[in-house]
Nanobody, 117 residues
Framework: QVQFAESGGGRVQSGGSLRLSCVAS????????IDWYRQAPGKQRELIAA???????HYIDSVKGRFTVSRDNDKITAYLQMNNLKPEDTGVYYC???????????WGQGTQVTVSP
């Protein structure tokens, strides 16, 4: 079973930037599509960005133009570069494979991002 681990979160002011990392414990990472999720306080976890194994990317409208997802299969790591952060980007950020399969891969603890006005 693969374990994901997210890092790179922190506290920034509005307009700041952060780069999140998502490391997978197994070598099968390279054949997976990887999704980034955000769980804002009091809300459900939502899918915000995705990168296919071939490199194609997808973003929800609210982060499009500000966030960039990438991957380095040799390092079994995916990244989420977040620029021009807004208070509404506050939340815990997670990554996982697409589709989610709890038998194959476990959610990580997530990484907290806090954006102050």
């Amino acid at each position: 079973q693969v374990q994901f681990a997210e890092s790179g979160g922190g506290r920034v002011q509005s307009g700041g930037s952060l780069r999140l990392s998502c490391v997978a414990s197994g070598s099968v990472f390279s054949i997976w599509d990887i999704d980034w999720y955000r769980q804002a306080p009091g809300k459900q976890r939502e899918l915000i960005a995705a990168i296919a194994r071939g490199g194609a990317t997808h973003y929800i409208d609210s982060v499009k133009g500000r966030f960039t997802v990438s991957r380095d299969n040799d390092k079994i790591t995916a990244y989420l570069q977040m620029n021009n952060l807004k208070p509404e980007d506050t939340g815990v950020y997670y990554c996982n494979r697409n589709p989610v399969d709890a038998v194959v891969a476990r959610w990580g603890q997530g990484t907290q991002v806090t954006v102050s006005p």
